[in-house]
């Protein structure tokens, strides 16, 4: 299946060899929100500008890697602040509840920093995993510092393959890009049927409970 973000790759490319350290930054602090850019397409076209001399490998790592932290810290803060109002009102009608935001926090509180970090540091989990930390309210403090951290690896990976691969740098990008969303995907997937197995398992021991 060919990647659905091929028609960006020109303007991407473009938007970075136009004005460099600024463009990579500010197209990750985009990424690091939604995604609609993804940084398989900045990255590693930064690595190869890196390869030809137009740019320094190490600041672009640490230049998308700011960024990218900025845009975790605002999905993060855009799950606190809307997301659990939304799921405390609606959430009953996709089978969420209070029960789940608790859960969440207990989650987050208890497996938060590792998951984090290696969430950030994996193609599709990268994409999602801030909302859900905002959502079960992980300290910010430890958010900002996993999810930079583990930004940091995605980031190097990618600068680097774009740096050896040069002008082949988009065979990585076309590849991992249809891996990250096969991995959204099931990620999202095994999320609704862990909520509904606990769900299911809470009512079985109620009626237990009171038989």
Excluded at 9 to 20: M, R
Excluded at 27 to 53: D, H, K, N, Q, W
Aim: hydrophobic share 50%.
């Amino acid at each position: 299946m060919p990647s659905l973000f091929l028609g960006l790759t020109e303007w991407i490319t473009g938007f970075v060899a136009a004005i460099g350290y600024p463009g990579i930054f500010l197209l990750m602090i985009v990424e690091g929100i939604l995604t609609p850019i993804p940084s398989e397409f900045i990255m590693p076209f930064a690595g190869y500008l890196a390869a030809r001399g137009d740019l320094n490998l190490v600041a672009v790592i640490a230049v998308g890697t700011a960024g990218a932290g900025i845009g975790n810290v605002v999905a993060y803060t855009i799950g606190m602040r809307l997301g659990r109002p939304l799921i405390a009102r609606w959430g009953k009608y996709v089978g969420l509840g209070v029960d789940d935001l608790e859960w969440a926090e207990s989650w987050f509180k208890k497996y938060g920093p590792v998951g984090v970090l290696v969430g950030h540091a994996v193609p599709g989990v990268r994409s999602i995993i801030s909302f859900p930390a905002g959502v079960g309210r992980m300290r910010l403090r430890n958010f900002a510092i996993f999810s930079t951290a583990g930004a940091s690896i995605w980031n190097t990976v990618l600068v680097v393959s774009g740096y050896f691969l040069l002008e082949r740098w988009t065979l990585f990008a076309e590849t991992t890009e249809n891996v990250d969303l096969y991995i959204v995907l099931a990620v999202i997937g095994g999320i609704a049927g862990y909520v509904y197995w606990r769900k299911r398992r809470a009512k079985r021991r109620a009626a237990s409970r009171s038989g």
